[in-house]
């Protein structure tokens, strides 16, 4: 008779919690930055998100995805590894991120 060990390939829980960030009560005056992966057209999506937002919250300020490079493709490491500072250097609070397709 052969005995066979099992292992689980779902390995074992590991608990990580993490602080939850604050959500704002508006969004009014505060800097949005947009990502895009360049996979629907950026340009029309973002263009009526931000019209969308500037009705209900006109002191928003926006960060174009242009600024940041994509976040798919050839250099998505070098962006997505550049993206911290960009986001500070540009002072936004919230990130708009994967917003058609």
């Known amino acids: 008779m052969s005995i066979h060990a099992v292992v689980s390939p779902l390995g074992r829980r590991a608990l990580r919690r993490k602080a939850r960030v604050t959500r704002p ?30 009705k209900r919250f006109p002191n928003i300020r926006f960060v174009s995805h242009r600024e940041f490079g ?3 493709g050839a250099r998505e490491s070098e962006v997505i590894t550049a993206l911290p500072a960009k986001l500070e250097s ?3 609070d919230l990130v708009i991120s994967g917003n058609a397709g």
Not at 28 to 54: C, P, Q, R, W, Y
Request: proline share 0%; hydrophobic share 35%; aromatic share 14%.
């Open 70 to 72: 994509d976040t798919y």
């Open 25 to 54: 009560q508006s969004l009014d005056g505060l800097t949005i930055g947009e990502l895009s992966n360049h996979k629907f057209d950026s340009e029309f999506t973002f263009g009526v998100i931000e019209k969308a937002l500037l």
């Open 90 to 92: 540009f002072e936004c």
